[in-house]
């Protein structure tokens, strides 16, 4: 499991260092217009002045406040109604059909909306993360909650376990694998409900600082900007997966960073 990490690394390293190269080679001739597409060499220096005046460790600071708080609720919510309507046939009948009719809605529709209901602050941006990530989690939970193997409950109710016990003992580790993939897709979700929360209202964050670049003509620091959203991205899910392989070493196994 470990040389097929390595592997991985090396030839992620091999296959990024080939895109820079050739973006380098690219930018530099006269193919096109290094305004428009400027080398990775003109990015990195924004970048690191970016850090150093602190505009963008700012950004980045603000932007995964809102992705967080968002991701949260949004996930804990999901797990919650998923698990009761995978369980619960009522609730599935009554609650299902809503939660279906709102769940193909993209939250850049609902950006109006949230700025009316919440304002231009701070719970706008966290109303749009939740909304973006409640739905995979949600209906992942729903999933794994409902085909859990009727063996299992028979030995678990035959060996005296009932109501609360079966639930976190048996119905939760049964549904963990989809509950787990729900949240990896919320949180790339997360980051791209942001940029849209950002970009629409926002004073700060790594979507607006995009959006505002734009509205000046700097590309080397929307670039710096996308490109930095790329790698909160990455990173959180690399994080995530270290802390579920921590908390569930079964899980382990089927993990991409194993």
Same mark, same amino acid.
């Given at each position: 499991?470990k040389?097929?990490?390595y592997?991985?690394?090396?030839?992620?390293?091999?296959s990024?260092?080939?895109?820079l190269?050739?973006?380098?080679?690219?930018?530099?001739?006269? &193919?096109?217009?290094?305004?428009?597409?400027?080398?990775?060499?003109?990015?990195l220096?924004?970048a690191?002045?970016?850090?150093?005046?602190?505009?963008l460790?700012?950004?980045?600071?603000?932007?995964?406040?809102r992705?967080?708080i968002?991701?949260?609720?949004?996930?804990?919510?999901?797990?919650?109604?998923?698990?009761?309507?995978?369980?619960?046939?009522?609730?599935?009948?009554?609650?299902?059909?809503?939660?279906?009719?709102?769940?193909?809605?993209?939250?850049?529709a609902i950006?109006?909306?949230?700025?009316?209901?919440?304002?231009l602050?701070e719970?706008?941006?966290?109303?749009?993360?939740?909304?973006?990530?409640?739905?995979?989690?949600w209906?992942?939970?729903?999933?794994?909650?409902?085909?859990?193997?009727?063996?299992? &409950?028979?030995?678990a109710?035959?060996?005296?376990?009932?109501?609360?016990?079966?639930?976190?003992?048996?119905?939760?580790?049964?549904?963990?694998p989809?509950?787990?993939?729900?949240?990896?897709?919320?949180?790339?979700?997360?980051?791209?409900? &942001?940029?849209?929360?950002?970009?629409?209202?926002?004073?700060?964050?790594?979507?607006?600082?995009?959006?505002?670049?734009?509205?000046?003509?700097?590309?080397?620091?929307?670039?710096?900007?996308?490109?930095? &959203?790329?790698?909160?991205?990455?990173?959180?899910?690399?994080?995530?997966?270290?802390?579920?392989?921590?908390?569930?070493?079964?899980?382990?196994?089927?993990?991409?960073?194993?």
């Amino acid at each position: 499991m470990k040389t097929y990490s390595y592997k991985n690394a090396i030839m992620a390293m091999i296959s990024v260092s080939a895109f820079l190269f050739i973006w380098q080679i690219v930018s530099t001739s006269s &193919l096109i217009n290094s305004a428009l597409i400027p080398p990775p060499t003109k990015v990195l220096r924004t970048a690191v002045t970016m850090v150093g005046t602190g505009e963008l460790l700012q950004d980045i600071f603000v932007s995964l406040q809102r992705a967080l708080i968002g991701f949260f609720f949004g996930s804990l919510l999901g797990i919650l109604l998923g698990i009761a309507t995978g369980r619960n046939r009522i609730i599935d009948r009554s609650i299902g059909p809503l939660v279906q009719l709102l769940r193909p809605i993209p939250s850049i529709a609902i950006v109006p909306l949230a700025i009316v209901w919440f304002g231009l602050g701070e719970m706008s941006k966290y109303f749009l993360v939740f909304w973006g990530v409640f739905f995979p989690v949600w209906i992942n939970t729903h999933i794994g909650a409902s085909n859990v193997q009727k063996n299992f &409950l028979w030995v678990a109710r035959s060996l005296g376990a009932k109501g609360s016990r079966v639930l976190y003992e048996v119905i939760f580790p049964a549904a963990a694998p989809f509950i787990i993939a729900g949240m990896r897709t919320g949180i790339a979700i997360a980051f791209i409900c &942001l940029v849209a929360a950002e970009m629409a209202g926002a004073y700060g964050g790594v979507g607006y600082r995009v959006y505002v670049s734009h509205l000046v003509f700097r590309v080397d620091k929307m670039m710096v900007g996308i490109i930095t &959203l790329g790698l909160m991205g990455a990173v959180a899910d690399m994080l995530f997966v270290g802390i579920v392989n921590w908390l569930l070493p079964w899980y382990r196994k089927n993990s991409d960073y194993a």
